[in-house]
């Protein structure tokens, strides 16, 4: 199994290029499968999740063209299937956007029930409640969720949580309903308003996604169209960390500096130095870093997937910090693993409590989910000696050449097989 190694101590410097939002393209590839006419998508990452996403919507009968690694056609004019196996939602939950996608075009879907995942319980009863208003009939039965419609008629939905994945859905569906409906208290994340204007594009009518109330009016057909996905806030928000964690100065290409707003405005609070261009945002740190307080918070809040990362940037903050999660109860669990590295954290219900340390010590630590992972990366990059992070498959599923981008900004870390010792030995050998 390969993992990573890495070597901390060094301060990274230079550029690093964002790709396209994971959770952006999750959505407008569920959607692109609404049209009978071929969709292109630009932009998209080249990541597991994608991956895995474009073989259920290639089971189903659609056709996956890839054009390379960042772009694909999509044709779903000859989708044979309305149902989704546990195969696919196993590896990502998001294969839950196909129950939308498929329910507004085809008035029928069947997709296996996610379970819980390593950061707690994620229900999925607004979704649910969502297509419900709109006529359909669900029902759960063998671990499927099964959605059903003489017809799709628009409807009033107030979520009781501004739920994304509820939102995208929900939307999905609503386009293809007849009349209109409007969502309110929807969820104003940046990869909702991508998945709007991507339905626009193919012809759909939603106005006001990015507020608390989208209204959408059905149409007859979506059509084809070509498009280009959203650069990734949370993959720029971690090289930003990264960054500053490591006292850098690094030039973070494509993104939109808007996004990233909640993130730019914790580092200034503690004492990096963030500057704004069109597309692209600096980040320079020079001593130690400050303390602070912050919680998640749905859009334009601190996002829950940049939360582990800035707790391992304040492990060696100076005073105390506390970080609290407010979306999913078992986010806190990899502050075992920073604590193995010298981090100074107790967990007191849903907040860490940080303690900021001179400095943290390499350990073999295990990354427990896709953020947390790269948290940990995080925390190897400032620690002094050697780190491996293993699992880097929770972190492949959504960072794109992750070794290679950071090995780009100066740091010492590779991929490589722990078990086999000639290479362990020749890259220790190589950095000492
Ligand atoms: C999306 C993101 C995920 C991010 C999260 C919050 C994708 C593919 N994933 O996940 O990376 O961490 O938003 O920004 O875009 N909830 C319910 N009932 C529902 C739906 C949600 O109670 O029907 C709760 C969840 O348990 C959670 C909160 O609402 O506490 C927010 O979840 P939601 O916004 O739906 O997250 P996801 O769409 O699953």
Do not use: W
Request: hydrophobic residues 45%.
């Amino acid at each position: 199994m390969e993992q990573y190694i890495i070597k901390g101590g060094k301060a990274l410097h230079g550029e690093v290029t964002i790709g396209g939002a994971k959770n952006a393209a999750l959505g407008i590839l569920s959607a692109a499968i609404m049209a009978d006419d071929t969709v292109t998508v630009e932009n998209l990452p080249d990541i597991g999740d994608i991956n895995v996403l474009l073989q259920a919507i290639e089971k189903i009968g659609a056709k996956v063209e890839r054009i390379d690694k960042h772009s694909v056609k999509i044709n779903g004019s000859n989708i044979n299937s309305m149902s989704i196996d546990y195969e696919f939602i196993r590896k990502i939950r998001a294969s839950y956007y196909l129950l939308g996608a498929l329910l507004g075009k085809y008035k029928k879907a069947q997709v296996a029930l996610p379970g819980g995942c390593n950061i707690g319980s994620r229900p999925i009863d607004q979704h649910i409640k969502g297509f419900e208003a709109l006529g359909a009939s669900v029902k759960i039965e063998h671990g499927m969720i099964q959605a059903e419609a003489e017809e799709l008629k628009g409807n009033h939905i107030y979520l009781d949580i501004a739920s994304v994945g509820a939102t995208i859905n929900i939307m999905m569906a609503a386009c293809l309903a007849d009349g209109i409906t409007i969502i309110e208290n929807s969820a104003k994340e940046p990869h909702v308003v991508d998945a709007a204007n991507f339905l626009n594009s193919m012809g759909a009518s939603i106005k006001g996604a990015g507020t608390d109330v989208i209204r959408i009016k059905g149409v007859k057909s979506l059509s084809g169209s070509e498009y280009a996905i959203i650069p990734d806030q949370i993959e720029a928000g971690t090289f930003m960390f990264a960054a500053a964690a490591t006292k850098g100065d690094v030039l973070i290409k494509n993104v939109i500096p808007k996004h990233l707003e909640a993130i730019t405005a914790k580092l200034n609070e503690i004492g990096a130095s963030v500057e704004e261009y069109d597309d692209a945002v600096r980040v320079i740190a020079a001593g130690r870093l400050g303390h602070t307080h912050v919680k998640t918070l749905p859009y334009p809040g601190f996002p829950t997937d940049m939360q582990p990362q800035m707790t391992a940037a304040l492990t060696t903050s100076e005073g105390t910090s506390i970080v609290t999660e407010t979306m999913f109860e078992n986010r806190l669990k990899y502050v075992d693993e920073l604590s193995r590295m010298g981090a100074d954290i107790k967990v007191e219900g849903n907040s860490a409590v940080i303690v900021g340390v001179k400095g943290l010590t390499g350990a073999i630590v295990s990354a427990p989910d896709l953020r947390a992972g790269a948290a940990l990366v995080i925390a190897g990059l400032v620690a002094e000696g050697f780190t491996v992070v293993e699992q880097v498959e929770y972190i492949e599923r959504g960072y794109e050449n992750f070794e290679r981008k950071m090995q780009g900004l100066g740091a010492t870390m590779a991929k490589i097989d722990i078990e086999d010792e000639k290479a362990v030995q020749k890259f220790k050998l190589k950095v000492s």
